[in-house]
């Protein structure tokens, strides 16, 4: 019986030796996996569910089908959601060429680059609560930053934020401003890890300027541009603290975008209704999953190729 019980121990010490490595990285990731699948994947089957339902959150669902999508395609205030959202993902593209401008110019050794690099970080560390917050009061038409120069031009100053024009531009630019940090950060760290024998052969070869930087630099900095562009779509598909804090969607809800509409039409005080506002946040959903892949498809293609 004893020696059984030896065997049987010595199988599985040596069938988790032959095996560790292969175990090893799935036992870590599982406590993420699961996590990922309570709070990540649960919600968004749940969120496809309750879309085909019409619920105020109290009563007993109702199930409706396909009508919430149908009703979307009759709402003016959800296509001019959609159009501010196209107009943030094109605005807020800027940040990645402009964070890698700003990382190459910070990325050299002279007096005072630490200072001038903590000032750019600064965004990137304060809430955007704030940042909405400043900027609001930077469009005050009386009292802030911007009304001064207008007036050195002649020009009277106006309430960028009440103007149904200019209420979503005045919104990106202040939503570009910790993004703009956050490229410039991840762009520093890929300057960081340049492999400098590929620098020097381009050099030998006669390789300088834009043509150094862009046949040897660049290529070397896709996965920082893959990370930076990523991250900025699914900002700009997901922007919501700015028109919360700076707008609550107005003047008129031009200056909505899908997220905030879906909370607006869910859960405050002009609706309660969950199914129009989950069919709203799958439509956003699908956008970004759709950009996400392509993008995803385009980089792997490429890696192939390269």
Do not use: H
């Amino acid at each position: 019986m004893i020696s059984k019980n030896i065997d049987f121990t010595r199988k599985r010490s040596s069938w988790w030796k032959r095996n560790q490595q292969k175990l090893t990285p799935w036992i870590f990731l599982t406590p993420g996996l699961i996590f990922f699948c309570i709070y990540v994947i649960g919600p968004i089957f749940g969120s496809l569910t309750i879309s085909l339902y019409k619920w105020d959150g109290l009563s007993p669902a109702t199930f409706v089908g396909l009508k919430n999508y149908i009703l979307l395609l009759d709402d003016e205030y959800f296509y001019i959601s959609l159009w501010n959202n196209l107009k943030w993902l094109i605005f807020f593209m800027l940040a990645v060429p402009i964070g890698l401008g700003l990382a190459i110019f910070l990325n050299q050794v002279i007096f005072g680059i630490r200072l001038i690099k903590s000032l750019f970080f600064f965004p990137f560390v304060i809430s955007q609560v704030v940042i909405g917050l400043i900027f609001t009061w930077f469009y005050q038409p009386k009292y802030g930053v911007i009304a001064p120069f207008l007036n050195l031009f002649g020009l009277e100053g106006f309430s960028i934020l009440a103007n149904e024009t200019s209420a979503t531009y005045g919104i990106i630019f202040a939503g570009l401003y910790p993004q703009i940090a956050y490229c410039l950060i991840l762009y520093l760290t890929g300057l960081n890890n340049l492999n400098p024998e590929q620098i020097e052969a381009g050099r030998m070869d006669g390789a300088k300027g834009f043509s150094l930087f862009w046949n040897i630099v660049l290529p070397q900095l896709r996965p920082a541009t893959f990370l930076a562009i990523v991250v900025t779509v699914i900002g700009a598909l997901r922007s919501f603290d700015m028109v919360a804090i700076m707008t609550q969607g107005g003047p008129y809800g031009y200056s909505n975008v899908l997220a905030y509409y879906m909370f607006e039409q869910a859960l405050s005080e002009y609706g309660y209704r969950m199914g129009y506002g989950s069919a709203i946040a799958t439509i956003l959903f699908f956008i970004m999953m759709i950009y996400i892949i392509f993008f995803i498809y385009k980089m792997y293609q490429n890696e192939k190729k390269g």
